[in-house]
């Protein structure tokens, strides 16, 4: 397929998904409960900057709420993986609507301090920890691979439609009818976005073998993500973009308090800036993908940042400010969709909900720790300071493009292909084991190096899938045999590694059997170890050991 045609297969029209009804419900519902969530935190922001004297505690306000996502996005993005996703998300906006619920009546009961404030703020940001994993791995679900990256944008062109009006509403309602009113508000949308999801359902990936216990799945995501380059060098971008960009969002209530002057309002005028530069780039999304390659934009996104914190730094115009904080939020959604986007399509079906949820988490921790950064040089130093050193380190994450560069989207095959259970002749359990796989390929001379590339990649590929010890022999009396050789710890892990495997995976297979001189294509020979003496007790004990 040519670049032209490949670029077209993943760029269809921003406003297509829409079409269809299930994820237009959900998508509606959660632009609702985004003006509630973008209207809580101008109120918690604004509350905790007129209660507390601490620059770091507002600055905590950001972290509060990205550092749950940090600690428990990887369990989410395992239970979304093993469970019903459409439920995964209505837990998680139970617990978001749960703690806005408690903090309105704590605060209309006038019982509240800075501590409190974050404590609830905390627990909205363990709901969104399962929330959005969920929520973004449903994508796949509902709508055809072709469409993620539209939808992808057009929930971020969504959020940040909501983001240009929702702080400025917040603004007016927080300076006008209080932060109780506010809080009463979010909750109401939170219940507005169960009722969706109550409304619609959507069927997941469905898998033949039995589901996975939680610390298999998350060791089994972790390692899946850890062997994948391209989706460590969109999470490693992500979480340094996150650790220096957030000085914009966490320390803009000091900027409109201290270096502007102004109030409520006025700081929600800063946000509905940085949310119609957020919506502009959302809206033209496409047409800069089509223009400009990932790695291009990310890099423009990080130098637009910097100069929206310097921006800050040196100004005592809100018009100004405004401005910059336009220019600051086209590239922030910008650099969010295209690793989101870049994170999916490099991930199966199968692993999905914990690739997304490790880029989520990193990336928050990223968050999370400069919005404390950020708050604690502006507490120590000065918020003019904190804004350059921003700007400063958001130039060096420009370059990281030259060590991790972002790969070019591409729409590739990620579905699990059926796979057939061999047949043995020995009786084997889900637990039997361990199971050893060989493979042997004729390889004339002439071939060896082509077969070598290919052998590095199936490396990577069976690595990532569950193989362990995966090595290749080479037969010294009849150097044109080559062994493949690897082992699974159970029988139950060795159909999994099989189901696991894409149609884009198995594309090696081809090559390798051009490569091979064999009258016979390779086939597998299954193999289950028998361990004797002191290792005999030891796989007893376990119940890993197979018995006739």
């Not at 770091?56 to 749950?68: E, K, N």
């Not at 019903?84 to 209309?108: D, E, F, K, P, Q």
């Not at 070019?408 to 699990?416: F, G, I, L, P, S």
Request: net charge positive; with cysteine; hydrophobic share 50%.
């Amino acid at each position: 397929m040519s670049r032209v045609a490949r670029g077209e297969a993943v760029s269809s029209a921003t406003f297509a998904p829409l079409e269809n009804p299930t994820f237009r419900a959900i998508w509606l519902g959660a632009q609702l409960s985004s003006l509630g969530w973008l209207i809580q935190t101008v109120a918690v922001s604004w509350l905790m900057a007129t209660i507390s004297t601490s620059d770091v505690m507002v600055a905590l306000v950001q972290t509060s709420t990205t550092l749950p996502v940090f600690i428990l996005s990887i369990f989410a993005g395992a239970i979304a993986d093993n469970f019903s996703r459409r439920n995964v998300m209505t837990l998680g906006w139970c617990v978001i609507a749960l703690s806005s619920i408690m903090l309105t009546a704590l605060v209309g009961l006038g019982f509240y301090n800075p501590w409190m404030i974050l404590a609830f703020s905390c627990l909205a940001g363990c709901g969104a920890a399962f929330t959005d994993p969920a929520w973004h791995a449903s994508v796949g679900d509902i709508l055809h691979k072709r469409e993620v990256p539209a939808a992808v944008t057009l929930i971020s062109v969504g959020y940040n439609a909501v983001r240009s009006i929702g702080p400025a509403l917040g603004g007016v309602v927080v300076a006008s009818f209080g932060p109780l009113t506010a809080f009463a508000l979010a909750t109401l949308t939170y219940l507005m976005m169960l009722l969706a999801i109550g409304r619609c359902k959507w069927a997941g990936r469905s898998s033949p073998l039995p589901r996975e216990s939680l610390s298999t799945a998350i060791h089994d995501g972790a390692r899946f993500t850890a062997l994948s380059a391209e989706i460590m060098a969109a999470i490693a971008r992500g979480a340094l973009f996150g650790l220096t960009s957030i000085s914009i969002l966490a320390l803009l209530p000091l900027i409109a308090r201290d270096q502007l002057g102004g109030g409520p309002i006025g700081y929600g005028i800063l946000m509905a800036g940085f949310g119609a530069g957020a919506l502009t780039a959302g809206i033209s999304n496409n047409v800069l993908r089509r223009s400009m390659s990932q790695e291009r934009l990310t890099t423009l996104a990080c130098i637009a940042s910097a100069a929206c914190c310097l921006a800050l730094a040196f100004t005592s115009s809100i018009l100004v400010a405004t401005v910059a904080l336009t220019l600051g939020g086209a590239a922030w959604v910008v650099t969010w969709t295209g690793l989101d986007v870049s994170v999916q399509l490099s991930s199966p079906r199968w692993v999905v909900g914990r690739t997304l949820s490790i880029h989520y988490a990193l990336c928050s921790g990223g968050v999370a720790a400069g919005s404390w950064l950020w708050g604690a040089v502006a507490e120590n130093y000065s918020l003019t300071l904190a804004l350059e050193s921003s700007a400063g380190a958001l130039l060096l994450v420009a370059g990281t493009g030259m060590l991790l560069p972002i790969r070019q989207w591409k729409e590739a095959d990620q579905d699990a292909l059926s796979f057939e259970i061999p047949e043995v002749a020995l009786e084997v359990k889900a637990r039997s084991g361990p199971i050893v796989v060989k493979i042997e390929y004729l390889i004339p001379e002439s071939n060896v190096e082509a077969f070598l590339d290919l052998m590095r990649q199936r490396r990577r590929v069976q690595r990532r899938v569950g193989a362990r010890h995966w090595n290749i022999q080479r037969d010294l009396r009849e150097p044109s045999l080559w062994t493949e050789a690897f082992r699974t710890p159970t029988w139950m892990d060795y159909l999994r590694l099989n189901h696991r495997l894409t149609a884009a995976d198995k594309e090696l297979d081809q090559g390798l059997l051009e490569l091979h001189a064999g009258e016979l294509p390779p086939s597998a020979r299954l193999s289950i170890e028998r361990p004797t003496g002191a290792a005999r007790r030891r796989y007893e004990s376990t119940g890993f050991f197979f018995r006739r």
